[in-house]
């Protein structure tokens, strides 16, 4: 059995574990030692869109998902719907006059 799954667990720990995409950079060391997820370039990053989205909220503004209320109605045909397509395909084409094809 070969322990090189051991070896690139182990090297792996050690880099940004930034989600969109791998990130060849070092993880950032905390002030108590420990190492952060992400590397330095990221945490600044995600400190900044953190920021900008508590600013928004303060602001009153909604991010584009929020803007949106749930809809009560229903996301399918209903009965009603579907017997009107039936009846609408069983009748003659109005541009020529022809009978839909079974």
């Not at 108590?32 to 953190?50: D, F, I, K, S, V």
């Not at 508590?54 to 229903?74: F, H, L, N």
Request: net charge neutral.
């Amino acid at each position: 059995m070969s322990g090189s799954g051991v070896i690139s667990q182990v090297s792996t720990e050690w880099f940004c574990s930034y989600r969109n995409k791998i990130c060849p950079n070092k993880r950032a060391v905390k002030k108590n030692g420990e190492l952060h997820q992400l590397c330095e370039e990221h945490r600044l990053r995600a400190t900044q869109t953190q920021k900008r989205m508590m600013e928004r909220r303060a602001r009153g503004e909604q991010d584009e998902a929020s803007k949106y209320e749930p809809s009560d109605k229903p996301m399918a045909l209903t009965a009603e719907d579907l017997e009107a397509l039936r009846l609408l395909s069983d009748s003659e084409c109005a541009c020529c006059n022809t009978q839909p094809s079974d």
